[in-house]
């Protein structure tokens, strides 16, 4: 056995723990991440195909490089993936918006564009070094790769249905209100005690529901004070407005801002003193309202 | 026991809702969000919101509440207007609630119908290009109002009275943008408190897609956003957390860039 091949069988080890930890961060918020594609000018009808392809690409190399295949084609096929990650993030970096956040990681790590760059550059290197000892062309053993892909995908289909939303975005119990940005829109969330609502201003259910909350919690006078956040589309806002009659302000953020902090709408959260308390996947439960209209805490 | 019958009526008499001393009183100031041609329109300060549309297609003010949404007509001799502020109204609201009118949403508009007479309440377009702090708070009267809700730090603010060199601000705004609305008033206020001194500010209005070349040419990522420039050169932006306390971020900009 070669000096070089524990280096490189340690490198093919940590890479293959990178695109796992990938493809599950991408996989609970598919149609998150399949929203970052089309970001990045993938066609709307391929976006939600295209992650779930890619998920599962992600998750059979990373299968089969953490199963210890160290075949020079599933080498090859990391060390392209990490210099295309490289090519895409310094893509990013040179559009004159300059994309805040790089989606790699989904919401369980975020980094910035220059803190993506190198990082990807670190992986290049790393999958440099997994060819380091490496054995020579066999027979390629594809078990691991599709049990990988196979676990990526039925994760990625199912994983809306499941409870993960606290995981999947930014808005989740212990957060603060600047780890959700939200107090770039509401700055009053960074002190006291207040419900949160994210909102989807074009669903039906929602109009509906609208008054139903306004008197389960006394709105506007009652005990928790309430504030609304959605799409700013004007258009929506004002259609809105006519049809569900708020009790409380509704304000507006960018998409792609608000796109953090959800998989499905509605979702609904309390902050106390500047930081997430609880969560709820929708609106929260009458028994919850009725606590929280009394001025408790669910 | 007659007696008694009697004191329970009186005291139900004057406890029931609809008597006149508990009228209910909606205050309206006059707002931007919704337009009708030929008519002012005011929004109400409680939630939900509400809109008084004076004068009205069919005669008399027309009161819209929202969530449903339903409209009515109103007697003229219900409104009040504000001996010190002309912008605020006063509707009375109790009593009787009649002379219902059709309504029907369009997408984004509301139109209100009878005898086929009809009023189309629509959001306001955004305020495009160029405007000054006097053309910016006739436009949007809820700025102007906002303004006066606001209290700058008075260190910052004589900071700024004492400004030598001309100054001159562009201000990115966006009619549509709820950020600006909380954040844009503030720099009013700033501003009137701050008259005489050399700085001179021109508010532009950007469109809801971001299409502006004059933002783009000047790489503006963002709304408010404010650039601070002398003799046609920038010096400084004001963005982001610089907003929460304008008179704070723009004297400390002016303070670093003096020559």
């Known amino acids: 056995m070669s000096k070089l091949t524990i280096p490189g069988a340690v490198a093919g080890y940590l890479l293959g723990a990178v695109l796992l930890l990938a493809a599950y961060a991408k996989a609970i918020d598919p149609h998150g991440f399949a929203d970052r594609l089309q970001d990045m000018s993938a066609p709307a009808n391929l976006a939600y195909p295209g992650a779930l392809v890619v998920v599962a690409f992600e998750a059979g190399l990373g299968a089969a490089l953490l199963g210890g295949a160290r075949h020079p084609v599933v080498l090859l096929a990391s060390t392209a993936t990490f210099v295309m990650f490289v ?212 | 026991m007659r007696g008694c019958i009697l004191k329970t009526l009186l005291v139900a008499l004057f406890a029931c809702p609809w008597s006149a001393a508990h009228a209910v009183t909606l205050e309206f100031g006059l707002t931007s969000q919704f337009a009708v041609q030929g008519s002012t329109t005011y929004r109400s300060v ?83 290009g160029d405007r000054s702090l006097d053309e910016l708070i006739a436009a949007m009267p809820e700025y102007r109002r906002d303004a006066t809700r606001y209290t700058p730090d008075p260190a910052a603010i004589e900071k700024l009275r004492h400004l030598r060199q001309p100054t001159e601000l562009l201000v990115f705004y966006g009619s549509w943008c709820p950020h600006c609305a909380q954040m844009v008033p503030r720099l009013v206020r700033v501003l009137q408190d701050v008259q005489g001194a050399p700085m001179t500010v021109t508010f532009h209005g950007v469109p809801h897609d971001g299409k502006d070349p004059l933002a783009d040419d000047l790489r503006v990522t963002g709304l408010p956003t404010a650039i601070v420039r002398r003799d046609s050169k920038e010096l400084a932006r004001m963005k982001d957390d610089d907003w929460d306390a304008p008179e704070r971020g723009l004297a400390a900009l002016v303070t670093s860039t003096a020559r």
């Open chain 1, 87 to 298: 090519g895409i993030v310094a893509w990013q970096l040179a559009r004159p918006d300059g994309t805040g956040v790089c989606g790699c990681f989904g919401q369980l790590f975020e980094r910035t564009p220059r803190q993506a760059l190198y990082e990807d550059v670190g992986f290049v290197a790393l999958s440099g070094v997994a060819w380091l000892g490496a054995p020579r062309p066999g027979v390629l053993r594809w078990g691991p790769s599709l049990l990988g892909a196979g676990a990526g995908l039925a994760l990625a289909v199912c994983a809306p249905s499941l409870p993960l939303d606290n995981q999947a975005t930014a808005l989740a119990p212990g957060a603060t209100v600047e780890d959700t940005q939200l107090d770039r829109i509401v700055p009053e969330l960074r002190a006291g005690r207040h419900l949160v609502l994210l909102l989807d201003r074009s669903d039906p259910a929602t109009r509906t529901r609208i008054p139903d909350l306004n008197e389960r919690l006394n709105l506007p006078r009652g005990a928790i004070p309430v504030v609304g956040i959605a799409d700013d589309d004007p258009a929506l806002a004002a259609a809105f407005l006519w049809a569900a009659g708020p009790a409380f302000e509704v304000h507006g953020a960018p998409p792609r801002m608000l796109r953090r902090l959800y998989r499905t709408l509605p979702r609904s959260a309390l902050f106390d003193g500047g930081r997430v308390l609880a969560t709820w996947t929708g609106f929260p439960s009458d028994a919850a309202l009725d606590t929280l209209a009394r001025g408790g805490l669910p």
């Open chain 2, 46 to 128: 409680e939630l939900p919101p509400s809109f008084l549309v004076e004068p009205s297609p069919f005669g008399r003010p027309v009161l819209i509440k929202s969530g449903g949404p339903t409209a009515r007509l109103l007697d003229p001799n219900r409104l009040t207007r504000d001996a010190a502020d002309p912008d605020v109204v006063r509707v009375d609201t109790s009593g009787p609630q009649e002379d219902f009118l059709s309504v029907r949403m369009d997408g984004p508009n509301l139109i209100v119908e009878r005898d086929g007479r009809t009023m189309t309440l629509k959001p306001s377009p955004p305020l495009l």
